[in-house]
Nanobody, 119 residues
Framework: QLQLVESGGGLVQPGGSLRLSCAASGSIFSIYVMGWYRQAPGKQRELVGTITRGGRTNYEDFVKGRFTISRDNAKNTVYLQMNSLKPEDTAVYYC?????????????WGQGTQVTVSS
């Protein structure tokens, strides 16, 4: 079973940048569409964007032009580059099998990584 671990979060000022990593214990290509998600306190978890194993990306409107999802096959890792961060981006960020989350069929959510945008 593929295990995913998120890392790279932290405290950053508005307008700053962070790069999050999603590292897989096995072949990340076993997941056809990898998704990045976030959940703010008191809010539902929401989709940020996706990347297919072919490298195609899609983003929700609230991050278009600011966030970029990429992959490094040699490192078996998917990244979320976050630029021009806003206070409303503050949340715990997760990665997961996007198709599995849509169907409700997935093992679990990981611990995630905290991103805090504040001055």
């Amino acid at each position: 079973q593929l295990q995913l671990v998120e890392s790279g979060g932290g405290l950053v000022q508005p307008g700053g940048s962070l790069r999050l990593s999603c590292a897989a214990s096995g072949s990340i290509f076993s997941i056809y569409v990898m998704g990045w998600y976030r959940q703010a306190p008191g809010k539902q978890r929401e989709l940020v964007g996706t990347i297919t194993r072919g490298g195609r990306t899609n983003y929700e409107d609230f991050v278009k032009g600011r966030f970029t999802i990429s992959r490094d096959n040699a490192k078996n890792t998917v990244y979320l580059q976050m630029n021009s961060l806003k206070p409303e981006d503050t949340a715990v960020y997760y990665c997961n099998d996007h198709m599995a989350t849509l169907s409700g069929r997935f093992g679990s959510w990981g611990q995630g990584t905290q991103v805090t945008v504040s001055s």
